[in-house]
């Protein structure tokens, strides 16, 4: 699968390389903004019982 996007990617290599890492910051910035504080309200290790009576 990596392989197909990187060929469907289009330019030269150097260019592709580039189109590739912007890719994959693009995902993991949508990850960190979006996905990973959505999914940490429903994450039962966030939930503290230090300091609870």
Do not use: K
């Not at 990850?31 to 300091?51: A, C, E, Q």
């Amino acid at each position: 699968m990596y392989g197909w996007i990187f060929r469907a990617l289009p330019g030269p290599l150097w260019l592709r390389i580039i189109f590739a890492v912007m890719l994959i910051a693009a995902v993991l910035a949508v990850l960190v903004i979006w996905v990973f504080p959505w999914l940490s309200l429903y994450n039962p290790f966030t939930d503290s019982t230090i300091g609870s009576p």
